[in-house]
């Protein structure tokens, strides 16, 4: 595997970085869009790199930065990465410059990663807050990855053995500050954003600045 960097001297002080977990389909970027459209001046997304193919109405530097594996792997070299993981045979990545631009701003930073990320951010300074979202169940995912219409039978299936690894990871004590079972949707936000408003009042406390306009 690739060595990771502590992070200590490239991101600056600031809010904790909110880290969200969980299959893909279970309903993390609701969440997600949800949270951003209450406090658009709160939360700042870190887009990671990619190595797999832009889906249909993907944009690059939006969604993605879409690279192919040559240049992911010349950055990974060059050590510009927090963290990095394989899914599904592509390669994934949260750069430092992504996160430091968010800090910067005075911003919460929030990654969308995979176990591989987490175990690996949490060996660096950045003490982020750790949620991971629980789809009801491995049906009701699977349904909900047939329903988008971007998959090929092929990936789907790698997509659900991943997932049956994921929730095994996501459940396991001491992993994560939150488990969100992502069973109805409104519920389900209402239980994350309760958990993170108050996780931000906490810091804010404790002198961290938290910009709420």
């Known amino acids: 595997m690739f060595t990771r960097l502590t992070a200590t001297q490239t991101l600056t002080k600031g809010p904790r970085p909110l880290v969200l977990c969980g299959p893909s389909g279970s309903g993390k970027s609701t969440l997600l869009k949800r949270l951003f459209a209450e406090f658009p001046n709160t939360f700042g997304f870190s887009i990671s790199h990619t190595t797999r193919a832009p889906r249909a109405g993907e ?58 990320g987490v175990e690996q951010i949490k060996k660096t300074d950045l003490n982020p807050i750790l949620v991971f979202n629980n789809p009801p169940t491995i049906r009701d995912l699977e349904l909900r990855l047939r329903k988008r219409q971007t998959e090929t039978e092929e990936t789907l299936q790698k997509r659900l053995t991943a997932a049956v690894e994921e929730i095994a990871y996501g459940l396991k004590n001491g992993n994560f500050h939150k488990i969100i079972n992502n069973i109805e949707i409104d519920a389900a936000y209402l239980e994350f954003r309760d958990f993170i408003v108050n996780e931000l009042k906490k810091q804010e406390a404790e002198g961290v600045r938290i910009r709420w306009e």
């Open 59 to 116: 944009v690059h530097g939006i969604h993605y930065y879409f690279v192919d594996q040559q240049e992911m792997q010349k950055k990974i070299a060059n050590d510009e990465f927090i963290e990095t993981a394989i899914f599904s045979g592509n390669m994934y990545g949260t750069s430092k410059a992504a996160v430091r631009e968010i800090q910067q701003a005075g911003k919460v930073c929030v990654l969308d990663i995979e176990p591989q």
